[in-house]
């Protein structure tokens, strides 16, 4: 797996656990103080995510950071 190929799963990851809290990416965007069009360009695999940004997803979904990274072909 590639490095893009690794960041597209990972913001598949955060959308998944975005959708099964039925967040908008705009909602989530506000709880991580950042525009809806950087959480749509993280989920779309487009931007480098921070482990800051990592750690603030993971507080704003209730969901341990570890389960991002899980990501086996």
């Given at each position: 797996?590639?490095?893009?190929?690794?960041?597209?799963?990972?913001?598949?990851?955060?959308?998944?656990y975005r959708?099964?809290?039925?967040?908008?990416?705009?909602?989530?965007?506000?709880?991580?103080?950042?525009?809806?069009?950087?959480?749509?360009?993280?989920?779309?695999g487009h931007?480098?995510?921070?482990?800051?940004?990592?750690h603030k997803?993971?507080?704003?979904?209730?969901?341990?950071?570890?389960?991002?990274?899980?990501?086996?072909?």
């Amino acid at each position: 797996m590639n490095f893009q190929q690794f960041r597209k799963r990972i913001g598949l990851k955060i959308k998944y656990y975005r959708n099964l809290r039925d967040y908008t990416q705009a909602y989530l965007g506000e709880l991580v103080k950042c525009d809806e069009s950087y959480i749509s360009q993280i989920e779309n695999g487009h931007k480098n995510i921070s482990l800051k940004m990592v750690h603030k997803i993971s507080e704003a979904l209730n969901v341990s950071a570890a389960k991002f990274f899980d990501v086996e072909d």
